[in-house]
C-alpha cells in the first residue's frame, strides 16, 4: 500500500530566507505527487502536481519540486520565503485513484 | 467556476446524537471524496465514489459511518451514534477523475461533547 512521510513536524524560517519540506513516499510504480497547503480554517489548495516528465515542477506561489526516483522523495522548495506562507503544508500520493496524505509540516515564518 | 461546496460549516453535538454532511463537487466531476482530519493529522480517507459508486470505503467505520452519492452529483456523510473521538474536520473533495487533482471544499468542524 501507498504510503507518504513528512519527516518534519514544525519547520520555522526566517522571512526572505530558502525553504525546503521534506516528502518521501513509497509506492510501486511511477506514483502521482501532490502538494497541498492549508491555511487555518480552510480548506486543502494544491500547489503543484507530478505526473510524469520534467522531474522539476513550477507550481503557485513560487513554489517548485523536484522528483526524484532514486530517493523516492518529492521535496517542496522556495527560494525567499513570506510571512504569507505560514501554513501547513502536506504531500500526497495517488495509486490506483486514491489520494493518500502525509501528516503534514507546519510552516512558521519568523520576521 | 463554483468549487466544492459543503455544509454546515460547524457542527456541535453531544455523543451519541447523530450527524449529516452534505457536499456539492464541482460540475462535470465524477470523482467523489470525504476525508476525516483529525487536529494535528492529514487528512485520512474516509470513503471514495466514482459517479455514484463506490471506489474505497476500507476505512469507512461502517457501524456508524454510512456516505452516499445518489445521482452521482452531490453526497451525504452521515454519522449514528457519534463518539467523542469522532471530533474532527470533515473534508469533501472532488476531481474529473481519481488520478488527477483533487478540489477541495471548505470542511465542516465537527465537536462531539
Known amino acids: 500500500a501507498q504510503s507518504v512521510t513528512q519527516p518534519d513536524i514544525h519547520i520555522t524560517v526566517s522571512e526572505g530566507a530558502s525553504l525546503e519540506l521534506r516528502c518521501n513516499y513509497s509506492?510501486?510504480?511511477?506514483?502521482?505527487l501532490f502538494w497541498y497547503v492549508q491555511s487555518p480554517g480552510q480548506g486543502l489548495q494544491l500547489l503543484l502536481k507530478?505526473?510524469?516528465?520534467?522531474?522539476l515542477v513550477q507550481g503557485i506561489k513560487g513554489f517548485e519540486a523536484e522528483f526524484k526516483r532514486s530517493q523516492s522523495s518529492f521535496n517542496l522548495r522556495k527560494p525567499s520565503v513570506h510571512w504569507s506562507d505560514a501554513a501547513e503544508y502536506f504531500c500526497?500520493?495517488?495509486?490506483?485513484?486514491?489520494?493518500?496524505f502525509g501528516k503534514g509540516t507546519m510552516l512558521l515564518v519568523s520576521p | 467556476e463554483a468549487g466544492v461546496a459543503q455544509s454546515p460549516r460547524y457542527k456541535i453535538i453531544e455523543k451519541r446524537q447523530s450527524v449529516a454532511f452534505w457536499c456539492n463537487p464541482i460540475?462535470?466531476?465524477?470523482?467523489l471524496y470525504w476525508y476525516q482530519q483529525i487536529l494535528g493529522q492529514g487528512p485520512k480517507l474516509l470513503i471514495q465514489?466514482?459517479?455514484?459508486?463506490?471506489?474505497?470505503d476500507s476505512q469507512l467505520p461502517k457501524d456508524r459511518f454510512s456516505a452516499e452519492r445518489l445521482k452521482g452529483v452531490d453526497s451525504t456523510l452521515k454519522i449514528q451514534p457519534a463518539k467523542l473521538e469522532d471530533s474532527a474536520v470533515y473534508l469533501c473533495?472532488?476531481?474529473?477523475?481519481?488520478?488527477?487533482?483533487?478540489?477541495f471544499g471548505q470542511g465542516t468542524r465537527l465537536t462531539v461533547v
Open positions: 509506492y510501486g510504480a511511477t506514483p502521482y
Open positions: 460540475s462535470g466531476h465524477a470523482t
Open positions: 473533495a472532488s476531481s474529473t477523475r481519481g488520478e488527477s487533482e483533487a478540489f
Open positions: 507530478y505526473f510524469s516528465g520534467d522531474t
Open positions: 465514489f466514482q459517479n455514484n459508486g463506490v471506489v474505497d
Open positions: 500526497a500520493v495517488s495509486e490506483y485513484s486514491t489520494l493518500t
